[in-house]
């Protein structure tokens, strides 16, 4: 059984940074994708970010040029580096691996 822990979420100001991480339990390069999904209170669950095994990466439009996806080998682990959060990035984080394998969410809270 897979297991994805997430880590690193928090409250932070509006103009700060946090670090999401996403530890599986097995090769992450088994996957063909991984990736972060978001979910605020009433919406639905969104992609944000996700890195193919070759490395490809692809963003929610809403958080181009201000999260970045990232990933390391050695620890079986992906990252999510995010920077100037806003209020709007308020939600729940949750690590995603193909095929359907979730972790339990971490709260991301940013303060206006």
């Known amino acids: 059984q897979v297991q994805l822990v997430e880590s690193g979420g928090g409250l932070v100001q509006a103009g700060g940074s946090l670090r999401l991480s996403c530890a599986a339990s097995?090769?992450?390069?088994?996957?063909?994708?991984m990736g972060w999904y978001r979910q605020a209170p009433g919406k639905q669950r969104e992609l944000v970010a996700q890195i193919t095994s070759d490395g490809a990466t692809n963003y929610a439009d809403s958080v181009k040029g201000r999260f970045t996806i990232s990933r390391d080998a050695a620890k079986n682990t992906v990252y999510l580096q995010m920077n100037s959060l806003k209020p709007e990035d308020t939600a729940v984080y949750y690590c995603?691996?193909?095929?359907?394998?979730w972790g339990q969410g971490t709260q991301v809270t940013v303060s206006s």
């Open positions: 995603y691996a193909t095929r359907g394998y």
């Open positions: 097995r090769n992450i390069f088994s996957f063909n994708r």
